[in-house]
């Protein structure tokens, strides 16, 4: 699979009919469809292991597990060379975001379910539209915002877990709100990368990010780590580790890369809203017991965000 993605990372050189562009197309929608499920699962897997292991030591080991991932790739699979970045300071403010992100999310999985918590995550594309106009002065086409509105609609019933008289009080949980910080942070990331770009690989941007989040890291996780006796972890928390650093890390940043070179990036960005359907499928799967049916209806909705975005033209 690397092997394919690998040669598919620059755009196709000889499309010439609709029926290969059909076909590019088609490989593409289906390239984010699995990340949008490895994606889910991540959440899955991280609201069991955060049981066992507190948010900042586990997101340290991973980041640190990811730097190995993220320097093999670049050298091995892209032919890049791992040198100090230009203007090194660009990443100390990325760590700090993505690290209070990655911070944030397990601890709220560690207090919520990974349902409510997939839900906070859909808000993250209406989130980057307002930082991408406050930081970038970008405008965001009414179709987009649309699908937004429509995604957010849905996120914010699922968030109040269908309960009317909770969303007319502003009910809404400890770690729904403490992930929701963190997604703040992630929608800043998104544009303030752009306007700091300097051009370097995506690869190598992934290998500095994942350095400057370990650091940032380390100091929380320090004193946890000092006192952790590895030996008697149960196997979902190195499963956990394992998929956080390969899967969400190296698969889904191949998977990404693939879909973004053929598809509009709001397109790209629309299938995060399948996140809390597959959550749900996962969550009932692994027998954490399904969503109710009110809730379910609600990441629906989400869902249609990913409809509405899909009938844009490209």
């Given at each position: 699979?690397?092997?394919?993605?690998?040669?598919?990372?620059?755009?196709?050189?000889?499309?010439?009919?609709?029926?290969?562009?059909?076909?590019?197309k088609?490989?593409?929608h289906?390239?984010?469809?699995?990340?949008?499920?490895l994606?889910a699962?991540?959440?899955?897997?991280?609201?069991?292991?955060?049981?066992?292991m507190?948010?900042?030591?586990?997101?340290f080991?991973?980041?640190?597990?990811s730097?190995l991932?993220?320097?093999a790739?670049?050298?091995?699979?892209?032919?890049q060379?791992l040198?100090?970045?230009?203007?090194?300071?660009?990443?100390?403010i990325?760590g700090?975001?993505?690290?209070?992100?990655m911070?944030?999310?397990?601890?709220?999985?560690e207090?919520t379910?990974?349902?409510?918590?997939?839900?906070?995550?859909?808000?993250?594309?209406?989130?980057?539209?307002?930082?991408?106009?406050?930081?970038?002065?970008?405008?965001?086409?009414?179709?987009v915002?649309?699908?937004?509105?429509?995604?957010?609609?849905?996120?914010?019933?699922?968030?109040?877990?269908?309960?009317?008289?909770?969303?007319?009080?502003?009910d809404?949980g400890?770690?729904?709100?403490?992930?929701?910080v963190?997604?703040?942070?992630?929608?800043?990331?998104?544009?303030?990368?752009?306007k700091?770009?300097?051009?370097?690989?995506?690869?190598?941007?992934?290998?500095w990010?994942?350095?400057?989040?370990s650091?940032?890291?380390?100091?929380?996780?320090a004193?946890?780590?000092?006192?952790?006796?590895?030996?008697?972890m149960?196997?979902?928390?190195?499963?956990?580790?394992?998929?956080?650093?390969v899967v969400t890390?190296?698969?889904?940043?191949?998977?990404?890369q693939?879909?973004?070179?053929?598809?509009?990036?709001p397109?790209?960005?629309?299938?995060?809203?399948?996140?809390?359907?597959?959550?749900?499928?996962?969550?009932?799967?692994i027998?954490?017991?399904?969503?109710?049916?009110?809730?379910?209806?609600?990441?629906?909705?989400?869902?249609?965000?990913?409809?509405?975005?899909?009938?844009?033209?490209d």
């Amino acid at each position: 699979m690397d092997r394919t993605l690998k040669q598919d990372v620059q755009p196709p050189k000889s499309i010439h009919n609709t029926h290969a562009t059909g076909a590019v197309k088609l490989r593409a929608h289906l390239a984010m469809l699995s990340f949008s499920l490895l994606v889910a699962g991540s959440f899955s897997l991280g609201g069991m292991a955060a049981q066992h292991m507190p948010a900042a030591e586990l997101q340290f080991i991973r980041y640190v597990i990811s730097i190995l991932v993220m320097a093999a790739m670049a050298v091995f699979i892209f032919r890049q060379r791992l040198t100090i970045p230009v203007q090194p300071w660009r990443f100390a403010i990325y760590g700090m975001l993505m690290g209070t992100y990655m911070l944030t999310m397990f601890l709220a999985l560690e207090i919520t379910s990974p349902v409510q918590t997939g839900a906070v995550f859909t808000l993250m594309p209406l989130a980057s539209a307002v930082f991408a106009f406050i930081i970038l002065r970008q405008h965001t086409r009414p179709g987009v915002f649309l699908s937004l509105l429509i995604a957010a609609s849905g996120a914010i019933w699922v968030i109040f877990r269908g309960d009317v008289q909770a969303i007319l009080r502003f009910d809404v949980g400890r770690g729904e709100l403490i992930y929701f910080v963190g997604v703040l942070c992630h929608a800043a990331y998104v544009p303030l990368l752009r306007k700091l770009d300097r051009r370097e690989h995506p690869t190598v941007i992934g290998f500095w990010l994942s350095v400057a989040v370990s650091i940032y890291l380390l100091f929380p996780a320090a004193p946890q780590i000092a006192q952790t006796d590895f030996s008697a972890m149960p196997p979902i928390v190195w499963t956990a580790l394992a998929y956080l650093s390969v899967v969400t890390t190296a698969i889904t940043f191949l998977l990404i890369q693939y879909g973004s070179m053929r598809l509009p990036a709001p397109k790209v960005l629309a299938y995060n809203y399948l996140t809390p359907s597959f959550i749900i499928i996962l969550e009932g799967l692994i027998g954490h017991g399904w969503a109710s049916p009110a809730v379910f209806a609600g990441a629906l909705v989400t869902a249609c965000g990913l409809i509405v975005t899909g009938l844009l033209p490209d």
